[in-house]
């Protein structure tokens, strides 16, 4: 009996360590906080794409009015994070780590003179060549 009550204990803890950490009860935390530029002002418009280490999981989450972003709901792990806006994507990413069964608050800094270059691009106009053709 008591071969059979130590064999159950180890099954139990090893099912319990796999599925809390690879799988079926996985532990997730959430990200939230602020997308500002270099003088703290707010990035107020945008996507953060959030793509683990591993490539197996990946969220989004939109930039709202004041720059605040919340994702919920994230397995636990190593991530890198990616701003994409009607310009394109913030070439630069970051890399964060997500601890289980916490709210992680991340705050993320993108360089303003960024945004303004490629929202010039955008809005530049097209010279056309005239010529009878």
Do not use: C, H
């Not at 990035?43 to 919920?72: F, H, M, N, W």
């Amino acid at each position: 009996m008591l071969v059979w009550l130590v064999g159950l204990a180890v099954v139990l803890a090893f099912t319990g360590y796999y599925g809390a950490t690879q799988g079926w009860f996985a532990a997730t935390g959430s990200i939230s906080g602020v997308v500002i530029d270099e003088r703290s002002s707010p990035i107020t418009t945008g996507t953060l794409k959030i793509a683990r280490a591993d490539g197996k999981e990946s969220y989004q989450a939109a930039v709202g009015a004041d720059g605040s972003y919340v994702v919920p709901g994230v397995k636990a792990g190593r991530y890198y994070v990616t701003l994409e806006t009607q310009y394109g994507t913030y070439p630069n990413s970051f890399e964060v780590f997500v601890a289980a069964r916490k709210e992680n608050k991340i705050g993320f800094w993108f360089e303003r003179s960024w945004f303004n270059e490629q929202e010039a691009l955008a809005n530049k106009p097209v010279r056309r060549r005239g010529g009878i053709g």
